[in-house]
């Protein structure tokens, strides 16, 4: 029997420890923008279990391949970035929007406020956007993002990342996450990748480097899979 | 089971990748809507009461008939061509934030009862490792607020931050404060 509309199947809370606290004191920004009263929990109404639904019609041609555009190749690394996007019960989300952005290869943002003395790349906006197919499967060809400095505190170094957003089916599923890459060295430094408190959360911010999707003589291959939340309801089945 | 990925903040770059679905006016494309058209204006600060010039706020309402733009919304009520219920804008130098849009209708509470009239708010900023999630409700619906079960379980003393106050011809001011005295009310979704 379908759950009724005003009881809908609620999402299940984040286990102990996988999603951060607001306030993380390393990450500096944190201490005047989080919430310092506690938050109040509500069951899932229709408000929550509801979303909007964005999709493959709003993604044109392209826009999963930052590397094309403006009228030239960027320069840097290519690389190629796929997944899967699964909710916590294993089960594929079909047709989700991905917006993703990053630096350049130099470690700089084509954005007003970036002040970074690195050079931009005409050939490279760093924006892109896809949507996963029946089976949750995403792709993006990119440039690898260098790294950059920021302000936080003395000698701040972010790692490379790109970041990702997704809304899934439902306000409670909503994601914007960041994706690093295997044996970068600055990530025992960065407050934002360390302020996950759960070891093994924070390691599948990670990508996998991919032999299955790598192109010989053209783009190194790295797998991210992206977990949204799942139904915490026993399938009747 | 696998576990939801971690949330990370979306950094002061946002904008490169989340400008697209910019969407200021949710009634733009639904001439046929009807309803009370409304305009909702605000400001997010910090905790020293400094305006958020590098954020982002998404809305997501139902339309005035109360149905929500959604498979799990299976109720027998109209939907309207052109009004998906989302909005997305950047906040401006000010901190502020602006949206054209239609009160939206009661939608059931877990109970089966009515809410009162909201919009689901989600912020989005650099110094955030996850969006915050609060709802805006209308001042002019004090019944309808009174007896809503979400505001119940709000402490008294803080449910007026939730309520957004006439300010103008169907204009509502409502203002979202990160942290301090003022501290708009965030939950845990």
């Known amino acids: 029997m379908p759950p009724s509309p005003a009881r809908p199947d609620p999402y299940r809370r984040p286990y102990w420890d996988t999603q951060p606290p607001y306030r993380f004191?390393?990450?500096?920004?944190?201490?005047?923008?989080?919430?310092?009263?506690?938050l109040i929990a509500l069951p899932h109404s229709l408000s929550e279990v509801t979303g909007p639904a964005f999709g493959a019609e709003f993604v044109r041609e392209g826009d999963n391949d930052l590397t094309v555009g403006n009228g030239g190749e960027p320069i840097g690394e290519r690389i190629l970035v796929t997944g899967r996007v699964l909710d916590e019960n294993g089960r594929p989300v079909p047709n989700a929007l991905i917006e993703v952005w990053?630096?350049?290869?130099?470690?700089?943002?084509l954005h007003k406020r970036d002040q970074h003395d690195a050079p931009l790349d005409p050939h490279f906006s760093g924006e892109g956007r896809t949507a996963t197919d029946a089976n949750g499967h995403y792709q993006f060809k990119t440039i690898r993002p260098g790294a950059y400095p920021w302000r936080n505190h003395h000698n701040a170094w972010r790692p490379q990342h790109l970041h990702f957003s997704l809304f899934g089916n439902a306000y409670a599923t909503r994601l914007v996450t960041q994706m690093y890459f295997p044996g970068?060295?600055?990530l025992p430094f960065d407050p934002i990748f360390n302020c996950v408190p759960d070891e093994r959360a924070r390691n599948r911010l990670i990508a996998a480097l991919d032999w299955e999707t790598t192109q010989p003589q053209h783009a190194l291959g790295y797998r991210f899979d992206i977990v949204l939340r799942g139904r915490d309801a026993t399938p009747m089945e | 089971m696998l576990y939801a990925t971690a949330?990370?903040?979306?950094g002061p770059y946002l904008h490169i990748g989340l400008s697209g679905l910019d969407c200021a006016d949710l009634i733009a494309e639904a001439p046929e809507l009807a309803g009370?058209?409304?305009?909702?204006?605000?400001?997010?600060?910090?905790?020293?009461?400094?305006?958020?010039?590098?954020g982002m706020v998404e809305i997501w309402q139902a339309n005035p008939a109360g149905r929500y733009r959604h498979p799990d919304d299976t109720r027998d009520l109209p939907l309207v061509p052109g009004f998906t219920g989302f909005g997305r804008v950047p906040t401006g130098p000010d901190g502020g934030f602006r949206f054209v849009t239609v009160k939206p209708g009661a939608v059931p509470d877990t109970a089966g009862g009515p809410q009162a009239p909201h919009?689901?708010?989600?912020?989005?900023?650099?110094g955030l490792v996850k969006h915050v999630a609060t709802r805006l409700y209308f001042a002019d619906e004090s019944a309808a607020n009174a007896a809503d079960g979400v505001l119940s379980r709000?402490?008294?003393?803080?449910r007026a931050t939730l309520i957004a106050q006439p300010a103008g011809q169907d204009t509502y001011?409502?203002?979202?404060?990160?942290?301090?005295?003022?501290?708009?009310?965030f939950f845990d979704i």
């Open chain 2, 7 to 10: 949330s990370q903040t979306v």
């Open chain 2, 36 to 54: 009370q058209r409304i305009v909702i204006e605000g400001r997010v600060t910090d905790g020293q009461g400094e305006p958020v010039p590098d």
């Open chain 1, 184 to 186: 970068d060295p600055l």
């Open chain 1, 102 to 109: 990053q630096a350049n290869a130099a470690g700089r943002y």
């Open chain 2, 173 to 185: 001011r409502w203002d979202v404060v990160l942290q301090g005295a003022a501290e708009t009310v």
């Open chain 2, 154 to 158: 709000v402490p008294a003393d803080r």
């Open chain 1, 25 to 38: 004191d390393p990450y500096v920004s944190t201490q005047l923008r989080s919430p310092a009263q506690p």
């Open chain 2, 119 to 126: 919009i689901m708010v989600s912020v989005f900023m650099r």
